[in-house]
């Protein structure tokens, strides 16, 4: 490990441990104070999340909608940092759902459920009140680097009831088939294709890709494929659940599907810009000239 990873991974490990003994209005304003600094430092993660926001904010409106949306990126981290210690009945309490019964009546039906979130609001809370409210759940977590860091995110998320798979490891989608034939919930991100072998769908009225497997996995086990959306609302944050996205067993299925997905998240987004925390490339016109294509096996 090199010493910027350790002591990246050390900062974190650092957040988890101190931050959670703070007051929580002292946690609050603290990570406020760094994200004005973030945004006045308007380093590459600002600029590109300036540009995702630029698709649905107007111009005149953007620096105040990116500015709040570093802010709502940062109270992610602050509240990340403190969930393992907030008492689970305060959290589900600060959780407002709406259609909440579109999930549990398909989990009732016993066929397991995938549900499909984009990176708004947080979504690691929303994972701890799923657990806690309704059923385990398990997703698959981008591996990060170093591996210290990766396997304290791992705990994190298992502290919270989650069941956590490493992404690219060659069992993932045998052991979520599993999981949700079970009749389990599976959660998955979903607004960044981070293979670049996406499905192409349109997102906020451009051209994007997103990860195709959240539909394959419904069309493999039968399951409703759910879209949730996050957004928050002064201290309590909710969790909208969509309509289920029909299956389509057709050739390019999983794209049209997907495209459903991004529907429901740019309805989401237009509504609530400032809490989508997108500072990569989604849109194909901001995409490297040679990102490599689709392959055909994965249509």
Not at 42 to 61: H, I, M, S, W, Y
Not at 168 to 191: H, I, K, Q, Y
Not at 226 to 251: C, K, N, Q, R
Request: glycine letters at 8%; hydrophobic letters at 45%.
């Amino acid at each position: 490990m090199s010493l910027r990873e350790d002591l990246t991974a050390g900062a974190y490990v650092a957040g988890w441990r101190l931050v959670r003994l703070l007051p929580e209005p002292v946690a609050y304003r603290l990570f406020a104070t760094i994200a004005d600094r973030v945004y006045a430092g308007g380093g590459r993660g600002v600029q590109r999340l300036r540009a995702n926001l630029a698709r649905t904010v107007p111009e005149p409106e953007l620096d105040t909608a990116t500015r709040a949306a570093v802010r709502s990126y940062l109270r992610y981290w602050c509240e990340s940092f403190r969930l393992p210690s907030w008492p689970m009945d305060d959290l589900v309490a600060r959780t407002r759902t709406v259609r909440e019964h579109i999930v549990r009546d398909a989990l009732a039906e016993g066929r397991g459920v995938v549900v499909a979130l984009p990176h708004m609001g947080n979504w690691d809370w929303a994972g701890a009140w799923a657990c806690a409210e309704v059923a385990p759940l398990m997703t698959v977590a981008e591996r990060l680097r170093p591996e210290r860091l990766f396997d304290e995110f791992v705990a994190y998320r298992r502290s919270l009831g989650m069941e956590v798979l490493a992404m690219g490891e060659p069992d993932v989608m045998d052991r979520l088939t599993s999981w949700v034939r079970a009749g389990g919930l599976v959660c998955l991100l979903a607004d960044r294709d981070l293979s670049r072998q996406g499905v192409p769908v349109t997102l906020l009225g451009e051209d994007a890709r997103m990860p195709g497997g959240p539909a394959r996995l419904a069309l493999r086990t039968g399951a409703p494929l759910i879209p949730v959306t996050l957004h928050y609302d002064g201290p309590t944050m909710t969790l909208t659940f969509h309509e289920p996205v029909p299956h389509d067993s057709e050739a390019g299925g999983d794209a049209r599907m997907m495209q459903q997905v991004a529907d429901a998240f740019t309805t989401a987004l237009t509504e609530h810009p400032v809490d989508w925390h997108m500072m990569q490339r989604v849109f194909t016109a901001d995409l490297p000239a040679d990102a490599p294509a689709r392959r055909v096996e994965e249509a």
